[in-house]
């Protein structure tokens, strides 16, 4: 199995462009969610869905962010406009029916 | 607010030695309580831990769950260079199925 897989795995942008990060969950798991993590605040969970339908997007930090699912084995998370303080690694995760969670490699996100 | 405490923050030790890694969670309707290891990438899955008193060990590494005290622990025994990593410890509810990850013990071992 591959695993979960994202991509970019590395992005640097300028402020103010769009950035669209990509998560492909393993194959057969039915929930897939985007963390976000630095070194001031740690790994927070920003949105999470369950057979491809957001349930939790209280995480989100603003309406610059939203991630969509069309299908389940596809999510996006996407930051438009981008600013500096959106620089962190971003980590997508699935799981099955709630069992423990498989990280992906992340997406090392630099906005200038 | 649900919250997840690890302890301590840091750790810096020698190898051999035997380490114990803190977790102390407040969480409406537990579920689980799952430790990760985190290198310099994606963290990687350790122990699940759903039920008080049972031990779960994987080679030199254990930890237990206490669910009326709402902490657990993870133990390394005859630590080793590539034990150093950041722990990370989170917790489910039932309510949902997201995690809250505690701030995580970075442990340093020193040949």
């Known amino acids: 199995d591959a695993g979960v897989i994202q991509s970019p795995r590395h992005e640097v942008t300028e402020m103010g462009q769009e950035v669209t990060l990509r998560c492909k969950p393993i194959?057969?798991?039915?929930?897939l969610f985007w963390y976000r993590q630095t070194m001031m605040r740690g790994l927070e969970l920003l949105i999470y869905?369950?057979?491809?339908?957001?349930?939790?997007d209280s995480g989100m930090p603003e309406d610059r962010f939203s991630a969509k699912m069309p299908n389940a084995s596809f999510s996006t998370l996407k930051i438009q406009p981008s600013e500096p303080r959106d620089s962190a690694v971003y980590f997508c995760?699935?799981?099955?029916?709630?069992?423990?969670?498989?990280f992906g490699p992340g997406t090392r996100l630099t906005v200038t | 607010e649900d919250k997840v405490v690890q302890s301590p923050l840091s750790l810096v030790v020698h190898e051999g030695d035997t380490v114990t890694l803190n977790c102390s969670y407040e969480?409406?309707?537990?579920?689980?309580l799952l430790w990760y290891k985190q290198e310099k990438k994606a963290p990687t899955f350790l122990f699940m831990l759903?039920?008080?008193?049972i031990e779960k060990k994987s080679g030199r590494l254990s930890s237990i769950l206490d669910k009326k005290e709402l902490f657990s622990i993870l133990n390394i025994t005859a630590t080793q260079t590539g034990d150093s990593a950041v722990y990370l410890c989170?917790?489910?509810?039932?309510?949902?199925?997201?995690?809250?990850f505690g701030a995580g013990t970075r442990l340093t071992v020193k040949p």
């Open positions: 969480v409406t309707n537990f579920r689980s």
């Open positions: 989170a917790v489910e509810g039932y309510n949902n199925n997201d995690m809250r």
């Open positions: 759903t039920s008080s008193g």
């Open positions: 995760a699935s799981s099955l029916a709630g069992s423990k969670q498989y």
């Open positions: 194959s057969g798991h039915n929930s």
């Open positions: 869905f369950n057979n491809n339908v957001p349930i939790d």
